[in-house]
């Protein structure tokens, strides 16, 4: 157990509507990372952050935004959500120990209507 | 492009059979990270086996091992004994040090039938 975890676990919101999520962390890890599985694709990095107040973009981030304010939390926000953001989201961290493994949180189902 | 190629979408085994998953990927770089990760239908991510691209041995954790072809740039994970507890979304992926990201292949789904 990499002591993450993700608020809220599922979510049902209106196509624009402004959506946050968050992911948490207890082990003080420098990486975190947010991906969105589809079906047919795997998972998908949205963006990631390499420490407080940094951040970076990955293959799908068009339509997303990242914070990062203290080393626990990484939110996700989704300005105006649309149909196509409907998914499972992920959080991750990666392991400090020079693997590169990432340890995943459970997981958010976002349905957007 | 860096790219992670699962040619199998599904597939199925017999309980206490072997299985082997294909992953091919796609890169310049000599020095990366291959996983496996498997997903129940609980939805939850685990690690299965990791290998280290700069490691001629094959990674083993317990009945799974893998057969890492760094040529070839291929990475097939064999599950020994199969057991029901197997039947799962496996995913192949490779950390590429160039950017330090996890690039996913889409997936193989795994029935392990009794």
């Known amino acids: 157990d990499a002591g993450i975890t993700q608020s809220p676990r599922h979510k049902v919101t209106e196509t624009g509507t402004p959506v946050t999520l968050r992911c948490h962390q207890t082990e003080n890890h420098r990486y975190m990372y947010w991906y969105r599985q589809d079906p047919g694709h795997g998972l998908r990095l949205i963006h990631y952050s390499y420490g407080v107040k940094d951040t970076d973009k990955g293959e799908v981030s068009d339509g997303y935004s990242v914070s990062r304010s203290k080393t626990e939390d990484f939110l996700l926000t989704l300005e105006s959500a649309t149909s196509s953001q409907t998914s499972v989201y992920f959080c991750a961290i990666r392991s400090g120990t020079g693997t590169n493994e990432q340890f995943f949180g459970p997981g958010t189902r976002l349905t957007v209507l | 492009a860096q790219t992670v190629t699962q040619s199998q979408p599904e597939m199925s085994v017999q309980e206490a059979e072997t299985v082997t998953l294909s992953c091919t990927y796609d890169?310049?770089?000599?020095?990366?990270?291959l996983f496996w990760y498997k997903q129940p239908p609980s939805r939850q991510m685990i690690l299965v086996i990791r290998?280290?691209?700069?490691?001629?041995q094959n990674a083993t954790e317990n009945r799974f091992s893998v057969n890492f072809q760094k040529a070839a740039k291929s990475f097939s994970l064999k599950i020994s004994d199969s057991q029901l507890g197997d039947t799962a979304m496996y995913f192949c992926?490779?950390?590429?040090?160039?950017?330090?990201?996890?690039?996913f292949g889409q997936g193989t789904e795994l029935s392990v039938k009794p």
């Open positions: 992926a490779v950390h590429y040090n160039q950017g330090g990201k996890l690039i």
């Open positions: 890169t310049s770089e000599n020095n990366y990270y």
């Open positions: 290998q280290e691209a700069y490691k001629q």
